[in-house]
Structures are given as structure tokens and as C-alpha cells.
């Protein structure tokens, strides 16, 4: 069982920066591929970033291309999601999530992770 914590949400104006953190339990973290995805009000939950276990491959969705960063830090067995130009439609709960398979296969498909935060709400005010 793998317990995922994001923390480093809030409010900020549009333009702002904000950096999110999900610390992991369990001593196998650098196995764990990780994803940060996102659920406005209304809306579908959406793939944001995703980094494989050794951080050698990084994905992001075209909305975020260029403004977020998505980094780990296998030490600290976390994962964190730096978020730069924020825009109103960036606003979302955010979640971090491990997909825990041998080979990241469709890191932006939901039903590739096994485990899942809690999320953290992010609120970008024009």
C-alpha cells in the first residue's frame, strides 16, 4: 500500500507561481512512475505531467507545456509539480498519483495508476 500526501496548494493571481509536493510512504519510491493530474468543478479529471521512476522520461499535456515542470527527488520520495504563468483555467484540485507497473505504458491514462492522493486545490483569481 503506497500513501500519497500533496500539499503546497492555494490561492494565487493569475501570472503567479505555485510549486505542489506529493511525499510517498514506502521504501520503493524510485520504482513508482508518478503522475499529477487535475479536476476542475464540472469537469473530467485531466492528465497534467508524469515522470518515470528514474526521471528520465517526462510527459506533460499540451496546457501545461512550458509553464509547469514535474521533478523528483527519490531521496525525499517525492514528487513535485512547479507551476509558473498560471492561468485561470488552471485552477483544479490537483492529485498526485503512482503507477506502480514495470514500464510507464500510457502515462496520461488514469487507469494506469494504482494509488492517488488526496489533492490540493489550486485557485488562480484574475
Known amino acids: 500500500q503506497v500513501q500519497l500526501v500533496e500539499s503546497g496548494g492555494g490561492l494565487v493571481q493569475v501570472g503567479g507561481s505555485l510549486r505542489l509536493s506529493c511525499a510517498a510512504s514506502?521504501?520503493?519510491?524510485?520504482?513508482?512512475?508518478m503522475g499529477w493530474f487535475r479536476q476542475a468543478p464540472g469537469k473530467e479529471r485531466e492528465f497534467v505531467a508524469a515522470?518515470?521512476?528514474?526521471?528520465?522520461?517526462?510527459y506533460y499535456a499540451d496546457s501545461v507545456k512550458g509553464r509547469f515542470t514535474i521533478s523528483r527527488d527519490n531521496a525525499k520520495n517525492t514528487v513535485y509539480l512547479q507551476m509558473n504563468s498560471l492561468k485561470p483555467e488552471d485552477t483544479a484540485v490537483y492529485y498526485c498519483?503512482?503507477?506502480?507497473?514495470?514500464?510507464?505504458?500510457?502515462?496520461?491514462?488514469?487507469?494506469?495508476?494504482?494509488?492517488w492522493g488526496q489533492g490540493t486545490q489550486v485557485t488562480v483569481s484574475s
Open positions: 498519483a503512482a503507477d506502480v507497473s514495470f514500464m510507464m505504458i500510457k502515462p496520461s491514462e488514469k487507469t494506469e495508476y494504482v494509488y
Open positions: 514506502g521504501r520503493t519510491f524510485s520504482r513508482y512512475h
Open positions: 515522470i518515470s521512476g528514474n526521471g528520465f522520461r517526462i
